[in-house]
């Protein structure tokens, strides 16, 4: 089968390195552009946004593909509408991988809100020097804020307006516990905003606010579109293929273009 990959995670990159070693499938990555050195999967690549849910269906009529798995980030709610618009329109399978959420333990002190602008809200009746881990974009929706300071960390410097106090640190993770413990004392943090993105990689700013009872505002995930088949693990996408394999589904014979 010839599967479209759209990747940007590490989970992306796992699977990419999993099925380019595989006979009977044919991978091509695909990577938004957003970063300026991405980690580049195993394999195929392409770089660039396709132009919206047409330009990908046309991509994926002119490239013969059989399916598409959609890894990339939990937040990256268009391209996953996109990839399902398409997919739905050619009569082909999509598989959005989306790896748990993370759940509150004991002594965590979260709030949970359901988008960026409540975060900023929310945030700022928390305290007053807030730690926004939620990426280069997004920033925006707490630029109208005069009070709290900000420490934006991201991996390339963010987009759009900004709010007027504050300071950025580019940086890539994963951090340690021991790092983000320091970040947050030398920086006097009181409040920590993140996305919901799940996963181990960047969950020890979680720890880290835990251990210094300092609150963490966390945005909840948008929807899968409906008729997309979800999986949480690497593991169990390989194992979708596999049936879908056996059965034939996903195979050229399907297709409406
Ligand atoms: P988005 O808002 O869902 O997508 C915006 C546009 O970017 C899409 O319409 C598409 O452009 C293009 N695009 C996104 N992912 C693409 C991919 N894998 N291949 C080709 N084009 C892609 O996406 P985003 O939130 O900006 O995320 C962009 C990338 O960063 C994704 O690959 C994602 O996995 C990664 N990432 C995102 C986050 C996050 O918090 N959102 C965090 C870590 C990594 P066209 O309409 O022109 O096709």
Known sequence: MRILLLGGTGE????????????????????AGRVSEPIRPA????????????GLREWL????????????????EMITANAARATARLGLPMIRLSRPGW??????????????????????????????????????????????WYLIRAIDPPAGELPPRHEILLARGPFTVAEESELLTRHRIDVVVTKDSGGAATAAKLT?????????????????PAGVTVVATVEQVREVLSEWSAEGTGGRAGRKD
């Not at 770089?47 to 849910?53: D, E, S």
């Not at 007053?128 to 280069?136: A, C, E, M, P, V």
């Not at 880290?208 to 899968?224: F, H, Q, S």
């Open 12 to 31: 992306a990159r796992e699977l990419a390195r999993l099925l380019t070693g595989e006979r009977e499938h044919e991978i091509v990555s695909s990577l």
């Open 208 to 224: 880290a606010a835990r251990a210094a009872g300092i609150p963490v505002v966390v945005v909840d995930r948008p929807p899968v």
């Open 61 to 76: 009529a002119d490239n013969r593909m059989d399916l598409v798995v959609d890894a990339t980030h939990p937040f990256a």
């Open 103 to 148: 759940a509150a333990g004991p002594g965590d002190r979260w709030y949970r809100v359901p988008d960026l602008v409540a975060a900023a809200d929310t945030a700022a009746g928390l305290g007053d020097r807030i730690l926004l881990t939620i990426g280069r974009q997004g920033v925006a929706a707490f630029a109208g804020r005069a009070r709290p």
């Open 43 to 54: 394999g195929e690549v392409r770089i660039g946004g396709f132009g919206g849910a047409d």
